[in-house]
């Protein structure tokens, strides 16, 4: 049988969602959408032969709803992970969890108090081919001991509204949670350093910042995030080890001789860099829902890149190193 979602949300990420989940994803359709606008909600229903809902609260009372996609803006992310727990409707919540720790924790303690996990967060780089090859190659140990990690997050151009707040709590949120996961060692604390910002930034946006993340184990990660780099998505990572390099190159489908030049082609969103990682996160969750058992990332590790993401926001505003302090973990993530 198949499991009815409710998508909710329906722009870049929430149209994703749904056509993956109707298209490429087995063992699911999309029964329903919403979202505040309500055309937009119309035009992804119709293309998945779903519901367009008139609220959030009409699609998780719907009898036609077993599991549901949080894919709305960032801020509505807690108030609807809580409800979503609420109604015990399984759930993948598209990241950040919570720009706030404190609501990101408050989610978390509500799954603890119900004793098992209903919410998959949507870190989809943990699916992505290319990360998965990494961490099998660190794992092999032939590059040895992970000592210094090296990444790029490049965004062509953001929207106007975009704040430096934001490329931290919303973007490089990713590096944050790929870090841990990659070392399997928590971070300690994250310093970020803002300079020079692109003439295409906007007035009071830090555009690129260099975010320096110390991990327990002493691994020191830089990251150069970039939202305005114009010339595409971009996302590298190299970890240098004891005995070698190991890295994950921008992916490039083909490459090109012609006119002079030689050169591989850049993807232009996120979207198109990562949709595998999209389909086979999705295809966990929905393999997961009808016994409980949700394969991926938990709120646990949500909530952990919520306190990552409030000590770089710290960092950027007092100009110096925070600490990232964490609750101990409770046993249902172990
Ligand atoms: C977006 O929400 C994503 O999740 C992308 O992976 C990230 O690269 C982009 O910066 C975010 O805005």
Redesign the pocket.
């Known amino acids: 049988m198949s499991v009815r979602i409710g998508v909710v949300g329906a722009g870049n990420?929430g149209t994703a969602h749904a056509c993956n989940i109707s298209q490429l994803v087995s063992g699911a359709e999309v029964t329903a959408v919403y979202d505040f606008d309500r055309a937009r909600a119309a035009d992804l229903a119709m293309r998945c032969g779903a519901a367009p809902l008139a609220s959030f609260e009409d699609l998780l009372a719907s009898s036609m709803v077993d599991a549901v996609v949080i894919a709305s803006p960032d801020d509505l992310h807690p108030e609807q992970a809580l409800a979503c727990l609420a109604a015990g409707k399984p759930t993948m919540c598209e990241?950040p969890l919570a720009s706030a720790v404190s609501e990101a924790l408050a989610v978390m303690e509500a799954e603890v108090a119900i004793g098992h996990r209903l919410i998959q967060m949507g870190f989809m780089r943990r699916f992505d081919p290319g990360y998965l090859a990494l961490k099998a190659e660190l794992s092999s140990g032939a590059t040895g001991t992970p000592l210094m990690i090296s990444c790029a997050?490049r965004?062509a151009s953001v929207d106007v509204s975009h704040t430096s707040e934001m490329s931290l709590t919303?973007?490089a949120v990713?590096e944050m949670d790929i870090t841990r996961w990659l070392l399997d060692s928590e971070l300690s604390a994250i310093t970020v350093l803002a300079g020079a910002s692109s003439p295409h930034a906007t007035a009071g946006f830090s555009d690129p910042m260099l975010i320096l993340m110390e991990s327990t184990s002493g691994v020191i990660t830089h990251l150069e995030h970039f939202s305005n780099s114009r010339f595409g998505y971009d996302v590298t990572c190299s970890v240098t080890g004891s005995e070698g390099i190991a890295s994950l190159e921008s992916a490039s489908w083909v490459s090109v001789k012609s006119a002079g030049r030689s050169g591989t082609s850049v993807p232009s969103i996120?979207t198109d860099r990562?949709n595998e990682a999209y389909v086979a996160e999705m295809q966990a969750f929905v393999d997961g829902v009808p016994s409980g058992e949700l394969p991926g990332p938990s709120l646990w590790d949500g909530y952990v890149a919520s306190a990552c993401t409030s000590a770089a926001v710290e960092s950027l505003r007092s100009g110096a190193r925070a600490e990232v302090s964490l609750v101990p973990k409770p046993a249902l993530y172990a």
């Open positions: 990420i990241k997050h965004n919303n973007s990713h996120w990562f």
